[in-house]
């Protein structure tokens, strides 16, 4: 009688009805089989092969006479099993050869490990290495040929030793490589999350046409802190910057969204919404690169002097601040012998005719140039 009644229903269904409701059962089963697979993938391949593989979050580079020294901070895997959080077991391990290949080779004896670079936060390069030009080449040559990393992972230079700023473990949640990806993502004076990569740095060396300034980072309390920059142009180093001065190249640059000014007479200024226009244009024998920078201010910490009608603290506000910003990019021309607007790169999109006249000269390009920068900011009420 159930039988009867059941082939009466399919009956009444009809073909195309039957024909659903076999495609709906058919996916259900592909559905639960793929979820089959996938569980027993997961638990194939869970807590041994991440014993067998080491994730650096950082990796810091030293030259030590002429060998090469890296150094890796990554959590301790082996602590996940536990419950306990990996990012707080940081594993230090230094290894020391000649060539790349040697110390990622080094490293994998010593400790049954491949290394992977999937969770890479940082790349940290030692003063003394930044200052070898050729040491720079053999590595950008290596990252390019072997392609393992990421073109966007960070890249920090150390006041001296890479390899100590990796210590710095205790204040830093237990990972510098997690603190220095956290540091990066709150910056706040930025317009774009402005931080040097090992891509940006690689363009250098194939094109040497642009200024790079990378963060310097200083024990400071056990906490690794920015308090210089590192200037490399034309694939070479030019010596640090204060973050002053790294502050009024970028803000000349347009890549600040706030800036903070302190006038002679004592007062501090926060200026927002900062544009910049430039014009490269020939003057006789010489370069000028003209930059207009425009914007609001707002007078944030009154000076000595007693209450200054707005107008006034407006023009003495632009008048210091273009004076300021035009002796540093003339200084800085002159020593260490950099660009602070950084416009040999936007030279072909500007003006051709200098372009064509100095893409292959770059130096003398520099020797030639002057800079004007003219401030127009306007003051606004609190």
């Known amino acids: 009688m159930m039988q009867t009644e059941k082939c009466q229903r399919q009956r009444k269904q009809g073909p195309n009805q039957l024909l659903r409701t076999g495609l709906k059962q058919g996916l259900r089963l592909l559905e639960l089989s793929l979820l089959l697979l996938l569980c027993l993938g997961l638990n194939g391949c869970s807590t041994r092969e991440l014993e067998d593989r080491g994730f650096p979050l950082a990796i810091g580079i030293d030259k030590q006479e002429e060998h090469m020294v890296l150094s890796f901070d990554f959590p301790d895997l082996s602590k996940a099993s536990e419950g306990k959080n990996p990012s707080g077991q940081p594993v230090s391990f230094s290894v020391e050869a000649g060539a790349y290949y040697e110390a990622q080779k080094a490293y994998e004896n010593n400790t049954n490990k491949v290394l992977d670079y999937n969770h890479l936060k940082a790349i940290v390069i030692g003063a003394e290495f930044l200052e070898d030009e050729e040491a720079l080449r053999e590595l950008f040559a290596w990252l390019e040929q072997e392609e393992v ?31 220095l990806e956290q540091m990066v993502e709150t910056q706040e004076d930025f317009k774009e999350n402005k931080v040097m990569t090992i891509g940006e740095l690689m363009n250098q060396w194939h094109n040497q046409n642009e200024l790079l300034l990378i963060p310097v980072l200083t024990n400071n309390g056990e906490v ?3 308090t210089e920059y590192a200037s490399i142009d034309a694939f070479s ?3 640090n910057l204060s973050v002053e001065e790294a502050m009024k190249a970028f803000l000349c640059q347009d890549l600040l969204r706030r800036f903070l000014y302190r006038l002679d007479s004592g007062e501090v200024l926060q200026i927002e919404g900062m544009r910049t226009k430039m014009e490269i244009a020939a003057q006789g024998e010489q370069i000028l690169v003209m930059v207009d920078l425009s914007g609001k201010a707002q007078l944030k910490k009154k000076g000595v002097e007693e209450e200054v009608p707005r107008g006034q603290l407006q023009k003495r506000l632009n008048r210091q601040l273009s004076d300021s910003l035009n002796r540093a990019a003339e200084q800085l021309r002159e020593e260490p012998g950099i660009d602070l607007t950084n416009s040999f790169i936007r030279l072909g999109g500007y003006n051709r005719e200098l372009y064509r006249r100095y893409r ?15 401030a127009d900011l306007k003051l606004i009420n609190e």
């Open 360 to 374: 292959q000269s770059y130096e003398q390009y520099l020797q030639a140039l002057t800079v004007d920068v003219r």
């Open 237 to 239: 180093y030019k010596g």
């Open 224 to 226: 690794p802190s920015i």
């Open 149 to 179: 990393m990421a073109r966007n992972t960070c890249l920090f230079a150390a006041k001296g030793q890479a390899a100590e700023i990796l210590t710095l473990t205790e204040e830093t949640s237990g990972s510098v490589g997690k603190y």
